[in-house]
Structures are given as C-alpha cells and as structure tokens.
C-alpha cells in the first residue's frame, strides 16, 4: 500500500488454509486517519500459489473479502 501522510493501516490475519500448493487467506484490516478515528474497516479473502521458487504469490486479492452485494 503507498503511504500517504497521516493515515495508518492496521490488519491481523484471521485465517489461513493451505491445500498442496494453494492458499486461502483471510485479513481483517482498517484504515485509520491521522485523528485516530477509523475511516474504512473490512476482511479481505485472498488466494495465493506457492511458485517453483518456493515464494507465495497472489492470484486474487479481494479487499472487501467478496462481501460486497
């Protein structure tokens, strides 16, 4: 994520499942601006594949999680 003055971006992950070389990770995450007051919140979903180099990298990295209607 670009840092842009003044905002803090705070996350935990909630959960990790791994299949063979496939991974489904979920990320609560929230946006904070310089006041401390919360300005964006969510739980991100992302696959990953584990690659011949041994690194993880993303296929698909859903910020709203998939739960937008």
Do not use: H
């Amino acid at each position: 994520m670009p840092k842009t003055p003044g905002l803090k971006f705070k996350g935990e992950n909630v959960s990790v499942y791994v299949v063979d070389d496939i991974a489904l990770t979920r990320f609560k995450w929230e946006l904070i601006d310089a006041s401390g007051a919360r300005i964006s919140k969510g739980i991100s979903a992302e696959v990953q594949r584990r690659c011949e180099d041994g690194l993880w990298r993303f296929i698909i990295d859903d910020a709203g999680g998939g739960s937008r209607a």
